[in-house]
Nanobody, 115 residues
Framework: QVQLVESGGGLVQAGGSLTLSCAASGMIFRINNMGWYRQAPGKQRELVATISSGGSTFYANSVKGRFTISGDNAKNTVYLQMNSLKPEDTAVYYC?????????WGQGTQVTVSS
């Protein structure tokens, strides 16, 4: 049983920063990618950023230059440093893990940015 535990969400003023963490545990066979997605009320879930096991990163245009994704392979943990937050970044942020055979999702953590 693989579990993804997210932490670090909260309420922040526009222009502020937050760091999200996602720790994976359980029987995981070869992690290919980990990433962050978000879903705002009434909208579809969208990709925010991903990182491969080799360290390659990808960002949505809306967060480029403001968010940084990083990972710790030894701890099976991925981080999302979010700077210069905007009200439109308000959403539930979900961690995703892609292994060789399965895809796993975390339970989500709320990020609210006030104007």
């Amino acid at each position: 049983q693989v579990q993804l535990v997210e932490s670090g969400g909260g309420l922040v003023q526009a222009g502020g920063s937050l760091t999200l963490s996602c720790a994976a545990s359980g029987m995981i066979f070869r992690i290919n990618n980990m990433g962050w997605y978000r879903q705002a009320p009434g909208k579809q879930r969208e990709l925010v950023a991903t990182i491969s096991s080799g360290g390659s990163t990808f960002y949505a245009n809306s967060v480029k230059g403001r968010f940084t994704i990083s990972g710790d392979n030894a701890k099976n943990t991925v981080y999302l440093q979010m700077n210069s937050l905007k009200p439109e970044d308000t959403a539930v942020y979900y961690c995703k893990l892609e292994s060789a055979f399965n895809v796993y999702w975390g339970q989500g953590t709320q990020v609210t940015v006030s104007s």
